[in-house]
T-cell receptor, first 116, second 114 residues
């Protein structure tokens, strides 16, 4: 596609429920990244995919968080047993090459997750 | 490892005034440096980047930034603010070799008053 597409744009869920967030990167971009943006905290790195593998998942905050990527394209971030502190905007980005050296990333508009 | 410090969570200017958003970085290797802008309810948009070569880089919407290695800084400037510049601005750094993700600062909200 022309840009990075994320769905849903907004998600309200009850504490303890599981949620899935979807990211569709720019066609041909091999690298995909998930970040979390909380109020006043900037962007927190969660996980990086190169193709279908995740060489860096060091930012996932707990084992309730997982992500996968299939076909070198769409990625899904899953949060199990959601907690109120999971409320944030989850941003996905893609880049043409690994690590984005010098290229920067193209970001989607994000999914705003609210846990009530 | 890299880190970014953005001085001032909020900066207020009048329309037509100079915009100066400060960014200092820490990096154990030569960095690539970026500025992104985020408008309400939108993702981040790349404003400009420094990779190699000229240390003064020009971006979209009249913004520019200068890489100063001796000061480990990459401040963002614009000579004359417009109301449409009101947004949140993020500075980011990555290493210039090997694998490296972008590390972001906490952002600076730019407020522009008439």
């Amino acid at each position: 596609g022309a840009g990075v597409s994320q769905s849903p744009s907004n998600k309200v869920t009850e504490k303890g429920k599981d949620v899935e967030l979807r990211c569709d990167p720019i066609s041909g971009h091999t690298a995909l990244y998930w970040y979390r943006q909380s109020l006043g905290q900037g962007l927190e790195f969660l996980i990086y995919f190169q193709g279908n593998s995740a060489p860096d998942k060091s930012g996932l905050p707990s084992d309730r968080f997982s992500a996968e990527r299939t076909g070198g394209s769409v990625s899904t971030l899953t949060i199990q047993r959601t907690q109120q502190e999971d409320s944030a905007v989850y941003l996905c980005a893609s880049s043409l090459v690994q690590g984005a050296q010098g290229y920067g990333y193209t970001f989607g508009s994000g999914t705003r997750l609210t846990v009530v | 490892a890299q880190s970014v410090t953005q001085l001032g969570s909020h900066v207020s200017v009048s329309e037509g005034a100079l915009v100066l958003l400060r960014c200092n970085y820490s990096s154990s290797v030569p960095p690539y440096l970026f500025w992104y802008v985020q408008y309400p309810n939108q993702g981040l948009q790349l404003l400009l980047k420094y990779t190699t070569g000229a240390t003064l880089v020009k971006g979209i919407n009249g913004f520019e930034a200068e890489f100063k290695k001796s000061e480990t800084s990459f401040h963002l400037t614009k000579p004359s603010a417009h109301m449409s510049d009101a947004a949140e601005y993020f500075c980011a750094v990555s290493a210039n070799s090997g694998y490296s993700t972008l590390t972001f600062g906490k952002g600076t909200m730019l407020l522009v008053s008439p």
